[in-house]
Nanobody
Framework: QVQLVESGGGLVQPGDSLRLSCATS????????MAWFRQVPGQERKFVASITWPGSIQDYGDSVKGRFAISRDNAKNTLNLQMTNLKPEDTGIYYC???????????????????WGQGTQVTVSS
């Protein structure tokens, strides 16, 4: 069983940057997809970004394209999300997710991921 633990959340002002990390309890080998989702109260988890292995193919939700960057550090078994030019609408609980490699049409749907972290709160407010 793979465990995921997020860190790096906090309270920031609009325009600030923040870096989230997700530590995995074990190396996820083979072909897989790792992703970040965001959730606000009363709403479903919304796709933020994903990265596949091998190939490091990245995908982003429309609202974060050009501002967020997802990366994978295989040596440290860590998934990262660099967030820049943060906006109030980026506020929410950010979850790390992972599982067997998904086809492109499935990466944005939370139901296809096998492993989830406990989430880390990001609040963007002036």
């Amino acid at each position: 069983q793979v465990q995921l633990v997020e860190s790096g959340g906090g309270l920031v002002q609009p325009g600030d940057s923040l870096r989230l990390s997700c530590a995995t309890s074990a190396r996820i080998s083979g072909r897989y997809t790792m992703a970040w989702f965001r959730q606000v109260p009363g709403q479903e988890r919304k796709f933020v970004a994903s990265i596949t292995w091998p190939g490091s193919i990245q995908d982003y939700g429309d609202s974060v394209k050009g501002r967020f960057a997802i990366s994978r550090d295989n040596a440290k078994n860590t998934l990262n999300l660099q967030m820049t030019n943060l906006k109030p609408e980026d506020t929410g609980i950010y979850y790390c997710a992972g599982g067997p490699r998904l086809i492109r049409s499935s990466i944005g749907s939370a139901i296809h991921y096998s492993y989830w972290g406990q989430g880390t709160q990001v609040t963007v407010s002036s």
